[in-house]
């Protein structure tokens, strides 16, 4: 018998591989398989067919199978298939992005001496001596580990030509995968009576701590359906070791046994919210759209009480011990959004997102997949989709218009709405799109009729919605009345909130001190040496740094180009604001929000605590402030450069402007007194700002739908990017005109491009963009066919296979 195997790589096939004779009655689909590829790398991969179609050449055979059960379930494997040909990548790749890091094995290189050689080290070149006499000391080492220790960027030319030589050998090392914590636990020997109590007690006279170990386990062991002590709770009421246990076990007074680590027990209310009548209007409305849709739309302004819908829907399948998947956008916001969910439904619910350790994905992914064990509630970002449910009911995206839940890189560049209501179609499930200002895509489903919908008008318990008042600050500019960033209508807010003891949010949607330092001589500005962007300055690590590939400088005293001293910083990013604010309010508590400021694991958390606590006065921050986020008393929002989101080269730029105004107007007043939000723009009259004043969502809808229909983008056309990058910008522009012209042949003005990317140069490399527009009538799947035979063309020229093509389908 044969299996077809799904590998970790970005190949458009599976690889065939014999399974052992011995192993063909264990071989399911979905299993974890170890097998070579090539003359040396072993993969663990999963299983998607199993056959007896000999293929024409000699196979390999599976060399280990890892698990003891499927990792993967049939419905998911199915599921990896629809996103690996929709977002036009291979099954490996998702598997990739799908899978724990601890389910991932492949190998890594060794290098060693070889023994059966004598070697004259004279003559060895310098750079084969220093390999020799580092494995001299070491005997093996990693080639990675190699390279680090010699400060070798690429050490491989050098030990291949040793391996020629026969100086040395190269042997493939597993690396050693992440288990699952577990725990010991003991029993009073089944069938056992009580009988036998006096006599363990009298062996074990002179054996003082057994002896209390033993009376321990009695004293603890208070469940009779689960007999199972701890072996924790054993030696820390005896202040014991493990050496007396294991002495017990020996002489067989307890029987011991290795359990997963269960979660601690979280107390719960487990009781349905009670819901508002405009509220229970709109759950009978999206009960009567269940009937003949899988997706709804909830459409409520913020604060109106979204989330007591959907904590009425997650009560519902708890009742039906089903599972509830409820996305958010950010990682961040599960912390806050976490506590909700466990005051409610307890340890019924586990998160799940790329903050968590390798154990920690592991072990949400095995109770998943354990019937005893499984969590009915999944909080998690995009990534939760790939979880293995095994009866989902329920699935609700919050926030559905936020470009977070779309993947960039690496493939599959999937979208984690989009994605989650396929999963639902796979499971049967019911989805629930949720956002107080929803995507102009969704909208139009809705209004359509493709998609169900509710909405909530009204904010909860009568609260009203914050004032919202443009600040126009080019008036204040030309009347030099501006406080650096601040114009005189802000600045008088945030005191007299400070005053009345509120809390005042300010929104900037940059990070950093300075977007760029110049030269005031001639003009020269510090730009990336890997990518065509201008560094940014943050003062607090006192560097000039990249915020696309990391790279980093100490800032120059003197102008690189010019010699000049005269450098000045301009534009202004959070870390700036929260320095110039502290000078004019010296005794407000000011604390900034922001990519930098929360990298530490549970830093954000504590961020936020702190707000919530009354702690932090003002609280600067980047879109983080924007999404989902519920505090008390904030009584004034101030969005610092309206003109920044407006003004952005993009299709989109007008409805996420409106999106990220409103969202971050939201947090102001959520509770008994209304709120103030002031926006600063050197164009308040512009259409987007007054919509946003006058919370007009559906003009700001009707207006950028009539936009994209006359100039043909979604809904009305499906987009594909085609993204072509190499190191060298001749060839990329060269494959890149071969291909558009190719593509012109075909698909005709429906073709854009190329273009340089809007970031050229990333990472070394240069980027050239094709845009492919697809009319709603047009097969996608067709589209697809053809564009990937076109691609394939490039493989026909030397140097165009060397070009790197990535397709971003739905790109957002």
């Known amino acids: 018998m044969y299996a077809d195997v799904i590998l970790p790589l970005a190949l458009n096939q599976t690889f065939t591989y014999g399974i052992p004779v011995e192993w063909e009655g264990q071989m399911e689909r979905g299993r974890r398989v170890l097998v070579q590829f090539g003359q040396r790398k072993l993969y663990a991969g999963i299983v998607l067919r199993i056959h007896n179609e000999q293929p024409g050449y000699d196979v390999k055979p599976i060399l280990e199978i890892e698990d003891e059960i499927p990792i993967v379930t049939e419905l998911q494997l199915e599921y990896w298939r629809w996103l690996a040909e929709y977002y036009m990548c291979s099954m490996g790749e998702v598997m990739n992005a799908a899978l724990p890091a601890a389910f991932k094995m492949q190998s890594e290189t060794k290098v060693s001496r070889n023994p059966e050689l004598e070697v004259d080290e004279a003559e060895l070149k310098d750079d084969e001596f220093q390999v020799y006499e580092l494995l001299l000391e070491l005997d093996s080492l990693r080639i990675s580990d190699l390279g680090k220790k010699l400060n070798w960027k690429n050490p491989m030319p050098v030990i291949r030509r040793m391996y020629a030589e026969g100086y040395v050998n ?121 009937e003949d849709k899988i997706t709804s739309l909830l459409y409520g302004v913020t604060s109106s009480g979204k989330t007591e819908i959907y904590f009425h829907y997650i009560h519902e399948c708890i009742e039906k011990n089903r599972q509830s998947l409820f996305m958010v956008p950010e990682i961040a916001l599960t912390a806050q959004m976490v506590k909700r969910l466990q005051s409610h439904f307890g340890d019924k619910v586990v998160t799940y997102t790329s903050r968590l350790s390798d154990r920690e994905r592991l072990e949400v992914w095995e109770r998943m997949l354990d019937p005893e064990r499984r969590p009915l509630v999944i909080l998690g970002a995009r990534s939760s989709v790939f979880l293995p449910f095994t009866d989902l009911d329920f699935v609700v995206v919050d926030e559905e218009h936020e470009s977070s839940y779309k993947q960039f890189d690496p493939a599959p560049r999937y979208h984690g709405r989009d994605a989650a209501i396929i999963l639902a179609h796979y499971h049967k499930a019911r989805v629930l799109l949720g956002s107080a200002t929803p995507s102009i895509e969704s909208y139009q489903n809705a209004e359509e009729g493709k998609y169900g919908y509710a909405e909530l008008t009204k904010r909860y318990s009568g609260i009203r919605l914050p004032v919202v008042e443009a600040v126009d600050i080019r008036k204040e500019t030309i009347r030099k009345q501006m406080h650096g960033h601040f114009s005189p209508r802000l600045l008088e807010a945030i005191k007299d909130q400070l005053e009345q003891e509120k809390k005042v949010i300010l929104f900037q949607n940059r990070r950093g001190f300075a977007p760029v330092v110049i030269c005031q001589n001639c003009g020269h500005s510090e730009q990336c040496v890997n990518c065509d962007i201008t560094l940014t300055y943050h003062k607090l690590s006192h560097q000039l740094r990249c915020h696309y590939c990391g790279y980093s400088i100490h800032p120059p005293t003197k102008c690189k180009s010019c010699g000049s001293v005269e450098l000045k910083m301009q534009g202004f990013g959070t870390e700036k604001i929260e320095e110039d604010l502290q000078v004019i309010l010296p005794n407000a508590r000011i604390a900034r929000m922001d990519l930098d400021a929360t990298r530490k694991k549970n830093s954000f958390q504590k961020l936020v605590d702190r707000f919530e606590k009354g702690e932090i006065d003002i609280l600067i921050g980047t879109q983080m402030v924007a999404k989902g986020l519920d505090f008390e008393d904030v009584g004034l929002v101030g969005i610092l450069s309206a003109d920044s989101l407006l003004n952005y080269p993009e299709f989109r730029a007008h409805e996420r402007a409106y999106q990220l105004m409103s969202q971050v107007a939201g947090r102001a007043g959520r509770r008994e007194e209304r709120g103030l939000v002031l926006i600063q723009s050197f164009q308040p009259d512009h259409r987007i700002i007054q919509q946003v004043t006058t919370y007009s969502f559906e003009e700001m809808f009707r207006e950028q739908r009539a936009d994209r229909k006359q100039f043909h983008y979604p809904p009305f056309y499906r987009l594909i990017h085609i993204e072509m990058r190499h190191v060298k910008v001749e060839v990329v522009s060269d494959a890149s005109d071969f291909l558009a012209g190719r593509l012109q042949g075909i698909f005709g003005k429906r073709v854009l491009g190329p273009e340089f990317a809007p970031i050229a140069r990333v990472r070394g490399q240069y980027h050239k963009r094709i845009i492919l527009k697809i009319e709603n009538g047009l097969s996608l799947p067709k589209v697809k066919k053809a564009l990937q035979t076109e691609v394939k063309r490039l493989d026909f020229h030397k140097d165009h296979r060397k070009v790197r093509v990535y397709f971003d389908v739905d790109p957002v």
């Open 170 to 290: 190269l042997d493939e090392e597993v690396k050693g995968t992440v288990k699952s914590k577990t725990e010991r636990r003991y029993r009073w020997p089944e069938g056992y009576g009580e009988e036998l109590t006096q006599d363990a007690f009298d062996q074990l006279k002179r054996a003082k701590v057994q002896s209390e170990l033993l009376l321990a386990y009695f004293k603890l062991n208070t469940d009779k359906e689960n007999p199972w002590v701890r072996e924790a709770d054993l030696l820390k009421a005896t202040d014991s070791n493990r050496s007396p246990l294991k002495a017990l076990v020996e002489k067989g007074w307890l029987e011991e046994k290795v359990f997963p680590v269960e979660p601690e027990r979280i107390a719960a209310v487990e009781s349905a919210p009670t819901l508002s009548d405009q509220q229970a209007l709109a759950v009978q409305n999206l009960n009567t759209a269940w």
